[in-house]
């Protein structure tokens, strides 16, 4: 997650000229987070004028640090919205270069190679200047590495921990430090718990009827009661039959749609109930089907895009409480002896994929632990897909 923090200061004016005109400006300072070509483990300071660029002192590098650029800029104390400081301005004339907003950068070893954010400044009155940070590192002097993908304390609860999917999603959490709760119905999760608490982990079993609203509740409730609160559901449960629509009984439509859907409606809503103090992440596991549809599962596809449009629906409802819904849309998965089972199908869907592979339960598995982690607090409502670029496959 990005936070933007608001930096107030007052400042003695100082004289700048912009397109021949004089102006009164005081200086404040921009930051913006990317990475350095420096390597990690060391930090320099320096401080430079824009009105005396060779004016800049430099301080010895500090070990476990990382690299730190940090530069004084000036702004018109004319009033002006906030633009990007890779943009234009939209209104008055444009600064030249000596007199264009400078950066901090910050390079640690949490961060990508890329740019996460880009810095807006403010010339208003108040001399009010934003800077960005990953959630977790404070500026400057006192850096630490961003620890917003542990989920160490927090409880999550994963539907259909049995299959295959859920397996993958289950361990994932596990070895984020999450505390994990299986749901198995039919099949067995011993292993997996075993094999979590054996790697030092926390994970219980429990058994419900998803298809039975009452033993949704009784779950969810369950499951908060095993540490004190729940923080994650992810509504993995699903069935995939294949059949053809014409040939389609009712009774055969209504088994997959209660499964698919019914089930992640009575679970997000017993979630929902216990986690309006403090908030949550719900994620439903769809499928490209339901913007794909596939011969033969005009039912399932049916309950994906009905899954995705429901997330949509919750994020709108259940945001005011700090209550986030989004959906994971895989693509093809592998499974055990799926390249024996249908080699045609698995050579298509390489030959489709612009990554050339199948996807793995835990390239699902960390999609749901990213949605439930601090790096999607602003995001709501949103449909992951996770296909290995098949999506992006023109389909004419």
């Given at each position: 997650?990005?936070?933007?923090?608001?930096?107030?200061?007052?400042r003695?004016?100082?004289?700048?000229?912009v397109n021949g005109?004089?102006?009164?400006a005081?200086?404040?300072?921009?930051l913006?987070?990317?990475?350095q070509?420096e390597?990690?483990g060391s930090?320099?300071?320096?401080?430079?004028?824009?009105?005396?660029?060779?004016?800049?002192?430099?301080?010895p590098?500090?070990?476990g640090?990382?690299?730190?650029?940090?530069?004084?800029?000036?702004?018109?104390?004319?009033p002006r919205?906030?633009e990007p400081?890779?943009?234009?301005?939209?209104?008055?004339?444009s600064a030249?270069?000596?007199q264009?907003?400078l950066?901090?950068?910050?390079?640690?070893?949490?961060?990508?190679?890329?740019?996460?954010?880009?810095?807006y400044?403010?010339?208003?009155?108040a001399e009010?200047?934003?800077?960005?940070c990953?959630?977790?590192?404070?500026m400057?002097?006192?850096?630490?590495?961003?620890?917003?993908?542990?989920?160490s304390?927090?409880t999550?609860?994963?539907?259909g921990?049995?299959?295959?999917?859920?397996?993958?999603?289950?361990?994932?959490?596990?070895?984020?430090?999450a505390?994990v709760?299986a749901?198995h119905f039919g099949?067995?999760?011993d292993?997996?718990v075993?094999e979590?608490?054996?790697a030092?982990?926390?994970?219980?079993?429990?058994s419900?009827?998803?298809t039975?609203?009452?033993?949704?509740a009784?779950?969810?409730?369950?499951?908060?009661a095993?540490?004190?609160?729940?923080?994650?559901?992810?509504n993995n449960a699903?069935?995939?039959?294949?059949?053809p629509?014409?040939?389609?009984?009712?009774?055969?439509?209504?088994?997959?749609?209660d499964?698919?859907?019914?089930?992640?409606?009575?679970?997000t809503q017993a979630?929902?109930t216990?986690m309006r103090?403090?908030?949550?992440?719900?994620?439903?596991?769809?499928?490209?089907e339901?913007?794909?549809?596939?011969?033969?599962?005009?039912?399932?596809?049916a309950?994906?895009a009905?899954?995705?449009?429901?997330?949509?629906?919750a994020?709108l409802e259940?945001?005011?409480f700090?209550?986030?819904?989004?959906?994971?849309?895989?693509?093809l998965?592998?499974?055990?002896?799926?390249?024996?089972?249908?080699?045609?199908?698995?050579?298509?869907w390489?030959?489709?994929?612009?990554l050339?592979r199948?996807g793995?339960?835990?390239?699902?598995g960390?999609?749901c632990?990213?949605?439930?982690?601090?790096?999607?607090?602003?995001?709501?409502?949103?449909?992951?897909v996770?296909?290995g670029?098949?999506s992006?496959?023109?389909?004419?």
């Amino acid at each position: 997650m990005l936070r933007w923090f608001s930096w107030a200061r007052s400042r003695t004016p100082v004289a700048s000229t912009v397109n021949g005109r004089s102006h009164a400006a005081r200086r404040s300072h921009v930051l913006s987070v990317t990475r350095q070509p420096e390597p990690v483990g060391s930090m320099s300071y320096c401080q430079r004028d824009t009105r005396s660029p060779s004016a800049e002192t430099s301080k010895p590098n500090l070990s476990g640090q990382a690299s730190v650029t940090v530069e004084t800029v000036l702004h018109r104390s004319t009033p002006r919205r906030f633009e990007p400081r890779n943009r234009a301005p939209t209104r008055g004339p444009s600064a030249p270069p000596s007199q264009r907003p400078l950066v901090y950068s910050v390079a640690s070893e949490a961060m990508p190679e890329r740019s996460l954010t880009s810095a807006y400044t403010c010339d208003a009155g108040a001399e009010t200047s934003m800077c960005a940070c990953a959630e977790g590192v404070s500026m400057p002097g006192n850096l630490v590495r961003s620890k917003i993908m542990d989920l160490s304390g927090r409880t999550v609860l994963v539907t259909g921990a049995s299959g295959n999917i859920g397996h993958g999603i289950a361990r994932r959490f596990a070895e984020a430090g999450a505390a994990v709760v299986a749901h198995h119905f039919g099949g067995s999760v011993d292993s997996l718990v075993h094999e979590i608490r054996a790697a030092g982990g926390q994970a219980a079993a429990i058994s419900a009827d998803l298809t039975d609203e009452n033993d949704c509740a009784r779950m969810v409730d369950e499951a908060t009661a095993w540490r004190g609160g729940l923080d994650a559901l992810v509504n993995n449960a699903g069935v995939q039959p294949v059949q053809p629509l014409a040939d389609m009984t009712a009774e055969q439509w209504r088994e997959v749609v209660d499964t698919n859907l019914t089930s992640a409606f009575a679970c997000t809503q017993a979630a929902a109930t216990v986690m309006r103090e403090r908030g949550g992440s719900i994620t439903h596991i769809a499928s490209i089907e339901g913007t794909r549809p596939a011969p033969g599962h005009a039912h399932y596809s049916a309950s994906k895009a009905a899954l995705i449009m429901h997330a949509r629906s919750a994020a709108l409802e259940y945001g005011r409480f700090g209550i986030r819904v989004n959906t994971v849309s895989p693509g093809l998965i592998s499974r055990p002896a799926i390249e024996h089972d249908w080699p045609d199908g698995v050579r298509r869907w390489q030959e489709a994929a612009p990554l050339t592979r199948l996807g793995t339960p835990e390239d699902v598995g960390n999609a749901c632990v990213f949605l439930a982690s601090g790096h999607a607090a602003w995001i709501t409502g949103h449909d992951l897909v996770v296909d290995g670029g098949v999506s992006a496959r023109p389909t004419w």
